[in-house]
């Protein structure tokens, strides 16, 4: 199959003529890119019409008909996935890690949340990647509820993404809100674009870690993480 025309069978229903895909999708980007260049990427955003059409446009390239009655619906559905799957586009972490409690009575040793479980997918394939994070704090000025921060990693975890970047941006967001004494974070995951495609070898784990203050500094802090992270219950 070429790359932008559904090969010599067309599926029923849709004439050859009219199943160049390529056209089709350039008509789409066309219709929203012709905004002007200086405008926002916000004013850029297609309308939920022009997304349901790509959408329609990939079932084509596939070699399907978006008209028959098993699909007819199915670009509405996965527009309205992507809205869920990718809400963390208009989430804030300030907003969520708004609210400290100062009173802990004194309380300055690591606070630790582990296997927090998440998904999001891999801006490279738009695949999705599994997995749970660790996160751990020492506090100065007071805690955060322990429910934000499994929120915080939803929300950079709700957007297209690399692991790497997921790791370092949840770190970030918590060391700069708390100004905590360190922060570590460690992800580990199930990378489906590694799996499904590719060299395709489920079960690879792919894990990785960001450190900030003690943790960064002082080699001890770090195998403490580790070590609570693994203890078992």
Known sequence: MGPGRVGARPSPGIRAESVDCGEAMDAVVKSFGARGAEASVAQQRPTRDEAEAAVAVLIRWAGDDPRREGLRDTPRRVVRAYE??????????????????????????????????????CEHHMLPFVGKAHIAYYPTAGVVGLSKLARVVDVFARRLQTQEAMTAQIADAIDERLKARGVAVMIEAEHLCMSMRGIRKPGASTVTTQFTGVFREEPTEQVRFFTLIRKEP
């Open 84 to 121: 869920q799957l990718l809400a963390g586009y208009g989430e804030d972490p300030a907003a969520i890690l708004d609210r400290v409690f100062e009173d802990v009575e004194g309380y300055g040793d690591i606070v630790l949340v582990r296997d927090i479980p998440f998904h999001s997918h």
